[in-house]
């Protein structure tokens, strides 16, 4: 069974501060990975894509990819309220016939003022 | 605007009842899936289709049925043989290819069996 595991939260950071997610997968053909945001009764929204080695930035957040380590991170930097959200992380395994995400539980973070 | 729908967003059910979760798309896209999450859970996949008339079974998919006679619809059918339905089910879509894992996902359909 292919996993992916997220650390355990839940994660407590204050106004401004950075937050880090991380995320560790099992299976080393997964070939990109993403990290999705949802709300709380909400549903999940994608928030970054990585499928290279290395660091992508978009604003706030910087996904890191480390394929040898089989580790993604999330960072928030200047973290704000409305950053409060379980954040998910998903390995996409492209398969034998028909692709799909794996995905993680989830962590929950709380940014207080 | 395109986006996917979800009806109807709050489902009671009594016990031995099949229901039917309907998901709409207009963004053309060709991937849908439905996923099941619990309190706490991340999301489990229950199935998923890349074509119409075509779907394979996710990690859940005992108590579930679902069709794809259409691009734009995908229906999941909670029978009366799964024994825990209560749940927030999601409904997403996705293009092929190299964007495969960006997924759109509708509002969500909150099912209480009673």
């Known amino acids: 069974q292919k996993e992916v595991e997220q650390n355990s939260g839940p994660l407590s950071v204050p106004e401004g501060a950075i937050a880090s997610l991380n995320c560790t997968y099992s299976?080393?053909?997964?070939?990109?990975f993403f990290w999705y945001r949802q709300y709380s009764g909400k549903s999940p929204e994608l928030i970054m894509s990585?499928?290279?080695?290395g660091d992508k930035e978009d604003g706030r957040f910087t996904a890191q990819l480390n394929k040898a380590s089989q580790y993604v991170s999330l960072l928030i930097r200047d973290s704000q309220p409305s950053d409060s959200a379980t954040y998910l992380c998903?390995?996409?395994?492209?398969?034998?016939?028909?692709?799909?995400?794996?995905f993680g539980r989830g962590t929950q973070l709380t940014v207080w003022p | 605007d395109g986006g996917i729908t979800q009806s109807p967003k709050y489902l009671f059910r009594k016990e031995g009842q099949n229901v039917t979760l309907s998901c709409e798309q207009n963004?053309?896209?060709?991937?849908m899936y439905w996923y099941r999450q619990d309190p706490g859970q991340g999301l489990r996949l229950i199935y998923y289709?890349?074509?119409?008339?075509?779907?394979q079974k996710g990690d859940i998919a005992e108590g579930y049925s679902v069709s794809r006679e259409k691009k734009e619809s995908f229906p999941l059918t909670v029978t009366s043989a799964q024994k825990n339905p209560t749940a927030f089910y999601l409904c997403?879509?996705?293009?092929?290819?190299?964007?495969?894992?960006?997924?759109?996902f509708g509002e969500g359909s909150r099912l209480t069996v009673l």
């Open positions: 997403a879509s996705s293009t092929p290819g190299g964007r495969a894992g960006e997924l759109f």
């Open positions: 299976d080393r053909g997964s070939q990109s």
């Open positions: 990585i499928y290279s080695n």
């Open positions: 998903a390995a996409y395994d492209r398969g034998s016939t028909l692709g799909r995400l794996y």
């Open positions: 963004l053309n896209h060709d991937a």
């Open positions: 289709s890349q074509i119409v008339n075509d779907f």
